[in-house]
C-alpha cells in the first residue's frame, strides 16, 4: 500500500508539472484518496498525509490559477 501510495503521488505531482489541470485534478483525486486509506490503516501518519495532500492540492491551485 505504501508503494501504491507513492506511485499516485508521482503521478499526480507529473501531471501537475506539465500544467493540464483536468489531467491534474483526477491524479490529485486519486493520490488524496491513497493518502487518506494510508493514513487511516496506520501505514503513515495522519500529519504526514495531511501534509502531501495540502503540498498536492496547493499545486493543483497553482495550475488552475495560471489556466
Known amino acids: 500500500m505504501r508503494t501504491e501510495t507513492r506511485t499516485f503521488v508521482k503521478a499526480a505531482r507529473a501531471q501537475i508539472n506539465e ?23 496506520g501505514i503513515i501518519h495522519k500529519n504526514n498525509a495531511a501534509r502531501r495532500k495540502s503540498r498536492l492540492l496547493r499545486g493543483l491551485a497553482k495550475v488552475d490559477q495560471d489556466k
Not at 21 to 40: G, I, Q
Open 19 to 41: 500544467g493540464e489541470p483536468d489531467a491534474a485534478k483526477e491524479s490529485v483525486a486519486v493520490a488524496v484518496r491513497a493518502l487518506d486509506k494510508a493514513a487511516e490503516k
